[in-house]
Every structure is written in structure tokens, then in C-alpha cells.
């Protein structure tokens, strides 16, 4: 099982960007889709965005397309959320996980840490 840490949340503006990073260990990490997921406080985890290994599907929630990019280097084991134009209701932490063909379950019941990011208004 690929291990997966996450990196790049801060305190932004409303409006603003970050980009999260999803750093892989082991050498499989091209054989795996990659999902990002997040965790408001008081809700439960949701959804983000999901990446095919290839790079070549990806697959957004409702409130995030056309504001967050999902991209991949499998170069660099390193998969990337651009988040622009964010809203306060983004503030959350965020997670990356390994999830199935469809994008958007996660393989495992299994979360690192997160980072987490605060938009403000």
C-alpha cells in the first residue's frame, strides 16, 4: 500500500489560490488513483477530486469545478489540488487518499494527517 502525506494548506484570502501536494512513498504510486477529500469541522468528509493514474480522467465535485485542478506527476510520486478563486466555505482540512476506478471511493479506511486550509473573508 502506497503511503501518502499531505502538504501546502495555509491561511488565504477569499479569492485567493494555494496549491495542495500529495507526496507518495514507494515505487507504485503510477498504479494507483488518487483522490482528494476534505473535512469541514462539524461535517463529515466529502469529496473533492478524483485522478485517473494516467492523469488523463479526473472527476470534481459540484462546488469545486471550475476552480480547483487536480493534476499528477508520477515522476515525482506527487499529486497535486490547485484551488483558485477560494471561498470561505472551502476552509477545511484536506486529504488525499487512493480511491477506486470511479474517482471517487476511497480504497481504504485509511487518512494521514492533512493539511489544512483556511480561507478568510
Known amino acids: 500500500q502506497v503511503q501518502l502525506a499531505e502538504s501546502g494548506g495555509g491561511l488565504v484570502q477569499a479569492g485567493g489560490s494555494l496549491r495542495l501536494s500529495c507526496a507518495a512513498s514507494?515505487?507504485?504510486?503510477?498504479?494507483?488513483?488518487i483522490g482528494w477529500f476534505r473535512q469541514a469541522p462539524g461535517k463529515e468528509r466529502e469529496f473533492v477530486a478524483g485522478i485517473s493514474w494516467s492523469g488523463d480522467s479526473t472527476y470534481y465535485t459540484d462546488s469545486v469545478k471550475g476552480r480547483f485542478s487536480i493534476s499528477r506527476d508520477n515522476a515525482k510520486n506527487t499529486a497535486y489540488l490547485q484551488m483558485n478563486s477560494l471561498k470561505p466555505e472551502d476552509t477545511a482540512v484536506y486529504y488525499c487518499?487512493?480511491?477506486?476506478?470511479?474517482?471517487?471511493?476511497?480504497?481504504?479506511?485509511?487518512w494521514g494527517q492533512g493539511t489544512q486550509v483556511t480561507v478568510s473573508s
Open positions: 514507494g515505487r507504485t504510486f503510477n498504479s494507483y488513483y
Open positions: 487518499t487512493t480511491v477506486d476506478s470511479g474517482l471517487v471511493t476511497p480504497l481504504f479506511d485509511y
